[in-house]
Nanobody, 130 residues
Framework: QVQVVETGGGLVEAGGSLRLSCTIS????????MGWFRQSPGKQREGIVC????????LYRDSVKGRFTASRDNAKNILYLQMNDLQVEDAGIYYC???????????????????????WGEGTQVTISS
């Protein structure tokens, strides 16, 4: 059984930083591209970043480029998202997810879509104060 658990959310002032972690068990962690997604109040869930199996391919949503950094530790089965210079519009629930068909070591644009993701955590809340 695959389990996905996100941690690290919280309340931070605009301009501040947070580091999210996602632990995934029950699958061969290093065989899949993985992604971070965000659902802000009143909006649909959107992809933030995809990171490929070896981390050589990382695809960011334009709005977070230069501020967010994704990484993964395949030995520990953990996915990370370092978020700097957080803005009010970054607030929301952050999820990590896995597409069990995404076994190529490359992130395509389609992997920034929540459609097709098979395994999700319950998310971690990020709140930004202005």
């Amino acid at each position: 059984q695959v389990q996905v658990v996100e941690t690290g959310g919280g309340l931070v002032e605009a301009g501040g930083s947070l580091r999210l972690s996602c632990t995934i068990s029950g699958l061969d962690f290093d065989k899949y591209c993985m992604g971070w997604f965000r659902q802000s109040p009143g909006k649909q869930r959107e992809g933030i970043v995809c990171i490929s199996r070896s981390s050589r391919s990382i695809l960011y949503r334009d709005s977070v480029k230069g501020r967010f950094t994704a990484s993964r530790d395949n030995a520990k089965n953990i996915l990370y998202l370092q978020m700097n210079d957080l803005q009010v519009e970054d607030a929301g629930i952050y999820y990590c997810a896995v597409d069990r068909l995404a076994t190529a070591d490359f992130c395509s644009e389609s992997l920034l879509s929540p459609v097709g993701m098979d395994y999700w955590g319950e998310g971690t809340q990020v709140t930004i104060s202005s």
